[in-house]
């Protein structure tokens, strides 16, 4: 397949229709509706057992890689901590061009970790470890422009998330949930870096919502937004999952529901104006951020086709949502959790006693990581299930009342693993219309990494061992595995190049691509 | 690799409130001296033989730098007053709770009750004896003398990490019983009372068996007398490994 140099430039049109262009991975999530699935079938249950290493290219950054590499026409983008880029040929591994960011000498950072890249037009777009959005141009990798979304303060904002191109905007948000931050979603023009809107996630007195929070404690009410959302082209309308309040474990000082914390927030992706939102966990007590991929899936709904939008939320809940009104329509716990008794008809947790953090300490399932998180899940087009990562854990939560203090986290507490039982992890199917499982199959350790899946029949995923895997999909069936040497805590994606199927999956420093032989 | 993830996040939730070295010491030292310090997977700080004769910054040292060859690991993330506040609550921990008493009994006879039950089979002084267990070099040093006692009389009562039982069996049906030394959802590595290591791929196993018992057995039918000069004996033990660097030892921290 003879690819020109126009035809690596993305356009929105182009990032609307992603899952048209099988060869290719244009955004993080791989197409803007986040089902991690490729319509690729050379690799698949007969043959998955030959895949071998094709190539390995080292980022030279030690420890485990939260990247989720783009792939545009023969081109991988990928990421790695501390503000690295690479633009690499996606069939040989062979480097393009390769930025570091340099910040301002003496900047010691909360995570630098980096999850990826967006694309649109001749430019790449990538978030620092000191929150700045950086667009750099797709052929050298030079800056061509550079936006603060936050003034530094040592120990306090900080960005790690892929951004999201929507239509000529670029849409980021901040992380800092244990730092007292106040949570927004920003969105930047693509060509000048501008700033056209932010969306406070959390709103102070007097706006809607504000009355959920006692006293100022919205000043410093967290709700961080470290994951990149969906985006509906039709309804015009972006999904965006927001993180805990602060401080994390005492609600004393924040009473009220909190909004929008651990909420998922329906925008309008051109002015930044909400249009519903959902409150998964209201005045949460145990970082159960609503991170994870807010799904979007068209089902038959009790018999009729309707636009739906599915998350396994950390608490431990399957949601299924109505993404055009934000309508509660489904929510049953995929794994074993002991702080609500169910859920109310409008969705809201029914709570059991003895789960909150006291001085003392309450063991409470699931633990702080919670029972799904930001792994990527998968939905298969063929099968019709939804593949997500579960993790078993339970934690003893304690409480302390927090005095805030700028740079230094804001927990309020203390939270230690239980030790009486080991954690453990599941790779799930799951039917998003009725919630029940169809297969899992068991890791030895609680997982970080997410799933893909393919028409070949397969889901890939990986575990905390190292392993990456590859499952029938149908089944649970583990058909193949090759332990990489490092925990994995990212997502495999897949892609051709010059009709050639490719799996690549980050593994510690390395990027490691897969295919069968030739 | 788990623990040292969680060692990991317990590390990163340094103190919300400056002015409580209490809670500096809940976020980073409850979860092996447990939550008011009298111990548990750690030594018990109130009890603690390192209270006499340290200073605060020999205390500082050990809490930046860690202990080398020991569980101790380092907390470089504490520094300044938060260091200060948290020496002052171990302080204060000391006048909290029960007072170090001396261990009591014959610690030369109780050296022959170690040789006598064969404690060598399984654990090593300096370089005698067995890798199997844990060794006993500083065991006088890092632990208090009732967690030895209940871990002679009542070996389940905790067992460490490090040394879980496990009982596979093979497809031939060979059954084999030993020490985790490592475990992934494919294959586990076992450590054998024989010296040798045993590995195995699940898919070759018919069964794995997570054992709930100590593999240590419990010596609960000792005499009184020889049980408190066994302890008499552990509690002499302080002495150095070879990967306690020479810095942290002239401290005379063991």
Known sequence: ?518 | MHRALLLLFVSVLSAQDPNSGKAIFRSNCAFCHGVTGVGGRGPSLITAKISQGTSDADLKTIIRKGIAGTSMPAFDNLEGDDLDRLVADIRSLAGSGVSDTPVTGDAKHGAEVYARSACGACHRVGNAGSDYGPALTRIGGARSSEYIRQSIVEPSADIPPDYEGVTIVTAQGQKLTGVRVNEDTFSIQLRLQNGRFGLFKKSDLKSVTYEKKSLMPSYEEMAATDLQDLLAYLDTLRGSVAAIDDATRAKGIH
Not at chain 1, 188 to 203: E, L, M, Q
């Open chain 1, 1 to 518: 397949m003879a690819v020109s140099l126009s035809g690596q430039i993305v356009t929105a049109d182009r990032l609307n229709n992603a899952l048209k262009e099988q060869q290719n991975w244009l955004t993080y999530w791989g197409d803007y509706t986040g089902i991690h699935h490729r319509d690729l079938k050379q690799i698949n249950t007969e043959n998955v057992k030959n895949l071998r290493v094709e190539w390995i290219y080292q980022t030279g950054e030690a420890g485990s890689n939260e990247t989720t590499p783009l792939v545009v026409d023969g081109v991988m983008y990928v990421t790695a901590g501390r503000g690295i880029a690479m633009a690499l040929d996606a069939q040989t591994g062979r480097e393009l061009w390769r930025y570091k960011y340099a910040p301002p000498v003496g900047r010691n950072f909360v995570s630098s970790v980096n999850r990826g890249m967006a694309i649109l037009g001749s430019n790449v777009y990538m978030v620092t470890p000191d929150s700045n959005l950086l667009a750099l141009d797709a052929k050298t990798g030079r800056v061509v422009w550079q936006s603060e979304m936050a003034p530094w303060v040592p120990g306090v904002h900080y960005a790690t998330l892929a951004p999201l191109v929507v239509k000529d905007k670029v849409i980021v948000g901040i992380s800092g949930g244990e730092q007292g931050v106040r949570g927004f979603i920003d969105a930047y023009d693509a060509a000048s870096g501008k700033r056209a809107w932010r969306f406070w996630t959390v709103p102070l007195k007097g706006e809607p919502g504000g009355d959920t929070w006692l006293g100022d404690s919205a000043q410093r009410g967290g709700g961080p937004v470290w994951m990149t959302g969906t985006y509906d082209p039709k309804l015009n309308l972006t999904y965006w999952g927001v993180g805990n309040p602060g401080p994390d474990l005492y609600g004393d000082v924040r009473k009220g529901d909190n909004l929008y914390s651990c909420s998922l927030v329906a925008l309008d992706p051109d002015t930044g104006k909400l249009t519903w939102h959902f409150q998964f966990t209201p005045h949460d007590l145990h970082d159960w951020d609503a991170e994870e991929t807010p799904m979007l899936l068209d089902l038959d709904w009790r018999g009729k086709p309707r636009k739906l939008v599915v998350q396994a939320n950390r608490n431990a809940f399957f949601y299924v949502l109505d993404r055009e009104t934000g309508e509660f329509l489904m929510g049953k716990p995929f794994e074993r959790q002991t702080w609500a008794k169910g859920l109310d008809d409008k969705g809201r947790p029914i709570l059991q006693p003895n789960a909150e953090p006291t001085p003392e300490g309450n063991r409470v399932c699931p633990g702080l990581a919670g029972g799904a998180n930001w792994m990527a899940p998968s939905y298969n087009l063929d099968t019709k299930l939804f593949y997500f990562p579960v993790r078993e854990a339970c934690d003893v939560f304690y409480s302390e009342p927090p005095v805030y203090v700028a740079g230094k986290p804001y927990w309020g507490s203390v939270f230690r693993g239980a030790t009486d039982e080991k954690e453990w992890g599941l790779l799930k199917a799951l039917d998003p219309l009725t919630g029940e499982t169809k297969w899992d199959f068991r890791y030895y350790r609680a997982p970080w990494a997410g799933t893909l899946s393919t028409a070949g029949g397969l889901v890939f995923s990986g575990d905390e061992d190292g392993y990456l895997m590859a499952f029938d999909a149908r089944t649970g069936k583990n058909l193949w595995k090759l332990n990489t040497g490092n925990r994995l805590v990212s997502a495999p994606i897949s892609y051709l190049v010059n009709g050639k199927q490719y799996i690549t999956m980050p593994s510690g420093g390395a990027i490691l691509t897969f295919a069968l032989p030739d």
